[in-house]
């Protein structure tokens, strides 16, 4: 007998006993023990929230809220500030996951934010306070994002939007996703403002939260190295997917939510 059952006959009994209010609790009790985490996905630079579709059918499919946050991707504090937000418009306990560059606004967004319960980075940027984006990318060998941006679009308050050139953004970005899909994100794609990557970070909310990570070994924007590098100083619990590429929770969205799912029951 479960702990709801159980929960639900000591009601029953308790009509005849006159200890209602106790069987009441402990019913209660078994509500709020059955109660799953939301799941909050952060997307990052040239994605945007369509990119969790697949994980969010897994998820929703057994049984999790889910929210996908818009990243406004113009910089990291505000950025963050926009997700903690979010989070304090929900209820109850929280996993927050980011993907590439929202794992350095995740980082930033659950520092005090108490209902934030666990982390899970997404072929994501864990930054340490101090450093940026763009730092981590070229502290190891390996990312070729470089060489696939197109020309920057310049905006009125004097910044640039950056892209990924729409014919090199399937090879780059989402390999191992199918060619037609791979294009559709090329047209979709959303800019990250250049001094975003280039923001420091100011908190590193991994430090005080238990954190999971998932990557690819075929990452093309992150070098696979530095994923290592930061899951491993972040102690965080780690998935590593053989010949996956950027965007896992688009090729691999199962595996992706599996990671999310073990995050949640290991958070709470």
Same mark, same amino acid.
């Given at each position: 007998?479960?702990l #709801?059952?159980f929960?639900?006959?000591?009601?029953?009994?308790a009509?005849?006993?006159?200890?209602l209010?106790?069987a009441?609790? +402990?019913v #209660?009790a078994?509500d709020a023990?059955?109660?799953?985490?939301?799941?909050? @996905?952060?997307h990052?630079?040239?994605?945007?929230?369509?990119?969790?579709?697949?994980v969010?059918?897994?998820?929703s499919?057994? /049984?999790?809220?889910v929210v996908? +946050?818009a990243?406004?991707? #113009?910089?990291?504090?505000?950025?963050a500030?926009?997700?903690?937000?979010?989070?304090?418009?929900?209820r /109850?306990?929280?996993?927050?996951?980011?993907?590439?560059?929202?794992?350095?606004v995740i980082?930033?967004a659950?520092?005090? +934010?108490t209902?934030?319960?666990?982390l899970v980075?997404? +072929?994501?940027f864990?930054?340490a306070a101090?450093?940026?984006?763009?730092? @981590?990318t070229? #502290?190891?060998?390996?990312?070729?994002l470089?060489n696939t941006?197109?020309?920057?679009?310049l905006?009125?308050? /004097?910044?640039?939007?950056?892209?990924?050139?729409r014919a090199?953004f399937?090879h780059?970005?989402?390999?191992?996703?199918?060619l037609?899909q791979g294009?559709?994100?090329a047209a979709?794609?959303?800019?990250?403002?250049?001094?975003?990557?280039?923001?420091?970070?100011?908190?590193a909310?991994?430090?005080?939260?238990?954190?999971w990570s998932?990557?690819?070994?075929?990452d093309?924007?992150?070098?696979?190295?530095?994923?290592a590098?930061?899951?491993?100083?972040?102690?965080s619990?780690?998935?590593?997917?053989?010949?996956?590429s950027?965007v896992?929770m688009v090729?691999?969205?199962?595996?992706?939510?599996?990671?999310i799912e073990?995050a949640?029951?290991?958070?709470?």
């Amino acid at each position: 007998m479960n702990l #709801r059952s159980f929960a639900v006959l000591m009601t029953t009994a308790a009509t005849s006993l006159g200890l209602l209010g106790t069987a009441g609790a +402990a019913v #209660r009790a078994a509500d709020a023990a059955a109660v799953k985490p939301t799941i909050v @996905l952060v997307h990052g630079a040239f994605a945007e929230s369509s990119s969790w579709d697949g994980v969010i059918d897994v998820l929703s499919r057994d /049984g999790y809220p889910v929210v996908a +946050a818009a990243n406004p991707l #113009r910089g990291v504090a505000s950025d963050a500030a926009d997700v903690k937000a979010v989070l304090g418009s929900i209820r /109850g306990p929280v996993v927050l996951v980011g993907h590439s560059y929202g794992g350095t606004v995740i980082s930033a967004a659950a520092h005090g +934010a108490t209902n934030v319960k666990a982390l899970v980075y997404v +072929a994501a940027f864990a930054p340490a306070a101090g450093e940026t984006s763009l730092a @981590l990318t070229s #502290r190891f060998p390996g990312s070729t994002l470089s060489n696939t941006l197109a020309t920057p679009v310049l905006l009125p308050s /004097g910044a640039h939007d950056l892209y990924i050139d729409r014919a090199k953004f399937p090879h780059q970005f989402a390999a191992d996703v199918p060619l037609a899909q791979g294009k559709r994100m090329a047209a979709t794609q959303r800019p990250v403002v250049d001094a975003a990557l280039n923001e420091r970070s100011s908190v590193a909310a991994w430090t005080s939260l238990p954190s999971w990570s998932v990557y690819g070994t075929a990452d093309l924007n992150i070098p696979p190295a530095a994923l290592a590098f930061m899951a491993k100083r972040a102690h965080s619990k780690t998935i590593v997917i053989q010949g996956a590429s950027h965007v896992i929770m688009v090729s691999h969205p199962k595996q992706g939510a599996t990671v999310i799912e073990a995050a949640a029951e290991g958070g709470r």
